[in-house]
């Protein structure tokens, strides 16, 4: 009895467990499906935006898709950059799964859990 308990009990938990996984990035709407335009990411810096500064500290590009973020206060946070187009560079904080958007006199950030993006620091390409 105990084992037919043990082992149904184990096959409910087994069912459910997909239901707890789902990926959540699928349901935003913002995310751009098509990557098509982003596929060479190791291409070099033409349009020159390589350093973004802001109040407390800047982002700045290491090579590839790595970025860096620097504050006054800490140390170096490592970034990815996803996305790349003519209005912002789009970079990502896979520790805090965080992206963003930096514009050329504005950020924009995207948390876990945020509908949409909100207003970060102000700065600039330097």
């Known amino acids: 009895m105990w084992k037919r308990l043990a082992l149904s009990t184990l096959l409910a938990l087994v069912t459910l467990a997909p239901l707890g996984a789902d990926d959540r990035r699928d349901d935003r709407p ?37 970025w860096l973020q620097f504050n006054k206060d800490g140390p170096p946070i490592p970034f990815r950059e996803t996305d790349r187009t003519d209005e912002y560079v ?35 390409w330097d």
Request: net charge positive; charged share 40%; aromatic share 16%.
């Open 90 to 124: 789009e970079l990502y904080d896979a520790a805090r799964r965080i992206y963003v958007r930096l514009h050329d006199k504005q950020a924009y950030q995207l948390g876990p859990y945020d509908r949409d993006w909100g207003p970060g620091a102000r700065g600039y």
């Open 30 to 66: 913002y995310r751009d499906r098509d990557r098509a335009r982003y596929r060479d990411r190791d291409r070099d810096r033409r349009d020159g935006r390589t350093f973004w500064r802001h109040h407390g500290g800047g982002f700045e590009w290491q090579s590839g898709t790595r």
